[in-house]
Structures are given as C-alpha cells and as structure tokens.
C-alpha cells in the first residue's frame, strides 16, 4: 500500500493564518488558537484515515493513472538456471570429477550444435576445427579423471574453451 504523503501545503496555509489572524486579531487569541488546534486535528484525521484504507480501498480511491504510476515493489530474482550454472562453474574450477560430469559435457552440447548447425559435422570428427587445447577438453571420448578430487579448469581456461566453441 502506498503511504500517504503529509499535505505540507495545507499546513502551511493554516499556519499562515494564524499568524495573520494572532497579527490582526478579528476573534480573542484563545479562539483563534482553538481554531488552529481544530484545523491540525483535521488534518490529522484525514491523514489518518488515508493510513487506514486497505490496498483494495486504496484501488477503488485511485484513478487507474494514480495505480500505474504508484511504485511497486519489484524483487529482482536471478534465475534459477544462472544460479546452477555459476556453481557448477565455481564447483569445476575446483574439482576435476565436477568438471567432468558437469561442464564439459553441457559444453560439448553447445559445441555438437554449432558444429552441426554451421559445419555439418559432428563433434566426433571437429579436432581441425576445435583446435587442439578445446578438443583435448570436449572429444567426446574424454576419460573420467583417475583422481575425481584433484583441481578441475580455472575459470580462465573455461572461458577460453566457451570462447573456442563462440568462434565455431
């Protein structure tokens, strides 16, 4: 629900008249002062009942201009997907065994298709077009590393080996 802004001109319209009623005292000092309490109260009040309206209030209350301008909370929610995969990157960097059942084979996909798409070869005959450092990494007949555990791809190198299958 939208908060309510404090009429600031309002205010100063009835402070503004009390000092030229207290200057030019039309009424007693106690009446024009009982007079400037009664306006604030209604100011008050107003202010409070704006407060107490529900969001449904509020919409009805509202011109469709008003609801569309009003600020909406927005949660900006990173994707499920680029949270995986930025672990799955974070994980390969740091353990050979995660590398290999993870990234290089979504890696090799990508690069099947392009090759497909663009070469009309598959991944299996693409050593002259993958170069010899990507294709050491995305033949398809790569072996599971012996130690799973020992330090996977900097990131660096993970970069250069996306950057190999862009070129294709």
Request: proline residues 5%; neutral net charge.
């Amino acid at each position: 629900m939208r908060r309510p802004r404090v009429p600031v001109g309002t205010l100063v319209v009835v402070t503004t008249g009390l000092a030229v009623a207290l200057g030019l005292r039309p009424l007693s000092v106690r009446e024009i002062l009982a007079a400037y309490v009664l306006a604030l109260t209604a100011i008050a009040l107003v202010m409070l009942t704006r407060m107490a309206r529900t969001e449904e209030e509020w919409e009805r209350a509202t011109s469709e201009l008003e609801r569309a301008l009003a600020q909406r909370r927005t949660t900006q929610v990173r994707p499920a997907e680029l949270i995986r995969t930025e672990r799955d990157l974070t994980l390969s960097s740091a353990n050979a065994g995660e590398l290999h059942a993870r990234v290089l084979p979504q890696l090799r996909e990508v690069a099947g298709v392009r090759l497909s798409d663009r070469h009309d070869v598959d991944l299996a005959h693409a050593h002259d077009l993958l170069g010899e450092e990507a294709w050491e990494y995305l033949r398809p007949d790569l072996p599971a590393p012996d130690d799973r555990t020992a330090h996977g791809l900097p990131l660096r190198r993970i970069a250069a080996l996306v950057d190999a299958i862009e070129r294709l």
